[in-house]
């Protein structure tokens, strides 16, 4: 069972444009990570989130976790080729250690 | 640091063979995971051991998959015998237990397995 799902499966953007992927599920989590994978390579991890509510900026991107802790988003601003990739969010339990990754969002940002 | 190390990247087998795949953790770390990674089925986490011991391998999909950990620089995820529905990506990840909870997982490049 899917435990967290990632919206949209696949984004296809062109450069300098804005995005939102979304990461939701009924659970309540002690924490949320979002990594980004390329293809060949394992995920790289980009940010965690502890708290409800909290918002974490790296460069052009934009992570919130959710009041509830039930869900996030990841705000990129000024798409870059680079930045395509597949990103995956990743939930953690309360009381367990491993963590549940999402569905996965694919984008792709054309020059 | 050299990262988390696979072997092989590409294994291209027939189906009832033997398979074995390697991993070297990141020096230091004690908590080293195996995940399978399909377009179906997306990432998923196989087993996770803590201190060369397995603490949770409710994600390995059957009998015919084991992993072993006999020291904290090597671990292995072997199926026996292997089948087409085994072709996925296979992850090798190790981390640092942390207090806080949360946790980096460094992963590594994946090993492709292929069973025809």
């Known amino acids: 069972t899917q435990l967290l799902e990632q919206s949209p499966q696949f984004l296809s953007i062109q450069e300098g444009e804005n995005l939102t992927v979304y990461c939701n599920s009924s659970?309540?989590?002690?924490?949320l990570q979002w990594y980004r994978q390329e293809p060949g390579e394992g995920p790289v991890l980009l940010v965690t989130?502890?708290?409800?509510?909290e918002v974490k900026k790296l460069k052009r991107l934009t992570f919130q976790f959710g009041d509830a802790r039930k869900d996030s988003s990841l705000h990129i601003t000024a798409a870059q080729p680079g930045d395509t990739g597949l990103y995956l969010c990743?939930?953690?339990?309360?009381?367990?250690?491993?963590?549940?990754f999402g569905t996965g969002t694919r984008l792709k940002v054309l020059a | 640091d050299a990262g988390v190390i696979q072997s092989p990247r590409h294994e291209v087998t027939e189906m009832g063979q033997e398979v074995t795949l390697r991993c070297k953790p990141i020096?230091?770390?004690?908590?080293l995971f195996w995940y399978r990674q399909t377009m179906m089925r997306g990432l998923e986490l196989l087993i996770y051991?803590?201190?060369?011991?397995?603490?949770?391998d409710s994600g390995m999909p059957e009998d015919r998959f084991s992993a072993k950990m006999p020291n904290a620089s090597f671990s292995t995820l072997k199926i026996q015998p292997s089948e087409p529905r085994d072709s996925a990506v296979y992850f090798c990840?190790?981390?640092?237990?942390?207090?806080?909870?949360?946790?980096?997982?460094?992963f590594g490049p994946g090993t492709r397995l292929t069973v025809t």
């Open positions: 990840a190790s981390s640092l237990g942390a207090g806080t909870g949360w946790y980096e997982q460094y």
């Open positions: 989130v502890v708290t409800g509510g």
């Open positions: 020096s230091g770390h004690d908590y």
């Open positions: 051991f803590n201190n060369n011991v397995p603490i949770d």
């Open positions: 990743a939930a953690q339990h309360s009381g367990t250690y491993k963590y549940i």
């Open positions: 659970s309540v989590f002690s924490s």
